[in-house]
């Protein structure tokens, strides 16, 4: 069965810091992968997907950036964390629909508390 | 204009109760409705989805989609305090695939006491 792991769980950084969350999927091959930030009162917002090894596709321009080293690690960094990038971060997979409809389904990960102080 | 609007509660029923949660969408061109549950510090998993119009009937859950005048609901009869969590609903368009196209609700919390 496959399993999607994202860690830390909870992750307190000064202003300014680097910063490097990770995530791992396992039991399937080339997944599509996602980095979420939910913020209360605003939903669920992409952040990055990756559609294979290398491919990083950027849905808002900030102060992080995403990279997929192997094809099933998806790794979201920033070189100096801002204020404004505390949030709750989730990872995600899914599996393309080949057949013209549309992916519904997406299983995501345990989430990363960040609080930049 | 917000392309899916969702009432972000709280909301607090008595155990036993018809619960319905319910999300507007603006562009008609959606066609995948999805609904998720979180529950508090995780990820969100899915519940269930419907295409097109229509009902959907997954035990205590049913999922109602009314294309014509752009609103989803989700009705949980005989609620249970594990219920509690926050329901997103989520949209995509049919055709284009990849769920980097889902848009999400900002979800609602729902509280069951017991």
């Known amino acids: 069965s496959q399993t999607i792991h994202q860690w830390p769980a909870t992750l307190v950084q000064p202003v300014g810091s680097p910063l490097s969350l990770e995530c791992t999927v396992e039991g399937t091959s080339n997944p599509n992968l996602y980095w979420y930030r939910q913020a209360a009162g605003r939903g669920l917002q992409l952040l990055f997907y990756?559609?294979?090894?290398?491919?990083i596709s950027s849905e808002v321009p900030q102060n992080l950036s995403a990279s997929r080293p192997q094809d099933r690690q998806f790794i979201l960094s920033s070189k100096k964390l801002l204020l404004s990038d505390s949030g709750f971060y989730l990872c995600?997979?899914?599996?393309?629909?080949?057949?013209?409809?549309?992916?519904?389904?997406?299983?995501f990960g345990q989430g990363t508390r960040l609080t930049v102080v | 204009q917000k392309e899916v609007e969702q009432d972000p509660g709280p909301l607090s029923v008595p155990e036993g109760a018809i619960v319905s949660l319910n999300c507007t969408y603006s562009?008609?061109?959606?066609?995948?409705f999805m609904w998720y549950r979180q529950y508090s510090r995780k990820g969100p998993e899915l519940l269930m989805y419907?295409?097109?119009?229509g009902n959907k009937e997954d035990g205590r859950f049913t999922a109602q989609v009314d294309k014509s005048s752009k609103y989803i609901s989700l009705f949980i009869r005989d609620s249970q305090p594990s219920d509690s969590a926050t329901y997103l609903c989520?949209?995509?368009?049919?055709?284009?695939?990849?769920?980097?196209?889902?848009?999400f609700g900002t979800g609602t919390k729902l509280q069951v006491i017991p």
């Open positions: 562009n008609s061109a959606f066609q995948y």
């Open positions: 989520a949209v995509n368009p049919h055709g284009l695939g990849g769920y980097e196209k889902v848009t």
């Open positions: 990756s559609v294979g090894i290398g491919q």
């Open positions: 995600a997979w899914s599996v393309s629909d080949r057949t013209g409809g549309a992916t519904t389904e997406a299983f």
């Open positions: 419907t295409y097109s119009s």
